[in-house]
């Protein structure tokens, strides 16, 4: 049956919740991290296994080298140093990926430095210029409107914009900081109403109740979400069943 709409569901795994096997059927796309903020050596290899098996794309998922703080702090770091991290992190994945004859599709860029990169023009440059040095045609995950979109978009780079399904947004678009109230939507049924605002129309209904314009191409789903896979299961039949496409 044709599908007016489609799009592409992501999560973040390998950070050592242990779901994986669980959230994979509902997947398109997996953005896999890269040791830095969460997981190790073994942790991405068998994750990497479980995607080939159900045929989910693979993607780097690299971060401010911070355990601590599970990434999601800006970290004081160097240019120089966290431009050699977030390499040394891609080069990880594409390493780990070969060893399966897998190919690595996408990197998204994890907490802190996925949003410091929205709106930061010199950290997105570290960020674009890292991948640059390691790896050329793979496809961006960026949000809509942000400074390391444009950029990717300057540097001749594929984008997939991203929407985020268990999170709520700002009026500038930006993601409801976890520190204050209702910054995660734990709802299925908001969850879907949420998604599909935002596929079939657009919009996104922002945390002070003003609809705001947005592109997605694909949707996250927090891997670490306390209610993960009953929040996938329930938006993967939510969406085939009013007509639109994952994949």
């Not at 976890?178 to 908001?190: F, G, H």
């Amino acid at each position: 049956m044709f599908s007016k709409y489609s799009i592409d569901i992501n999560c973040d795994v390998a950070e050592g919740v242990g779901n994986e096997a669980l959230l994979m059927p509902f997947l398109s796309s997996c953005n896999i991290a890269c040791a830095a903020h969460a997981g190790d050596v073994e942790t991405i290899d068998e994750v990497i296994r479980l995607a080939k098996l159900h045929q989910v794309k693979i993607g780097a998922h690299p971060s401010f080298p911070d355990r601590e703080n599970f990434g999601r702090k800006i970290m004081p770091i160097s240019d120089e140093d966290l431009q050699k991290s977030i390499e040394n992190q891609i080069q990880l994945l594409i390493d780990r990926a070969s060893a399966q004859k897998v190919s690595l599709h996408h990197i998204k860029l994890h907490g802190a430095l996925y949003n410091l990169a929205a709106k930061d023009q010199k950290t997105a440059e570290i960020a674009i210029s890292a991948i640059q040095n390691v790896i050329k045609d793979v496809v961006l995950f960026v949000p809509y409107n942000s400074q390391i979109a444009q950029l990717a978009l300057s540097r001749g780079y594929n984008l997939m914009y991203e929407a985020f399904a268990d999170r709520n947004y700002n009026d500038d678009l930006s993601l409801v900081a976890r520190s204050l109230p209702n910054s995660v939507l734990s709802n299925r049924k908001d969850v879907l109403a949420h998604v599909l605002r935002i596929v079939k129309e657009k919009k996104v209904l922002t945390i002070s109740g003003k609809e705001f314009n947005i592109q997605s191409d694909t949707l996250c789903v927090h891997g670490d979400h306390k209610n993960s896979v009953e929040i996938l299961e329930y938006l993967y039949e939510g969406l085939r069943n009013n007509e639109v496409e994952i994949k």
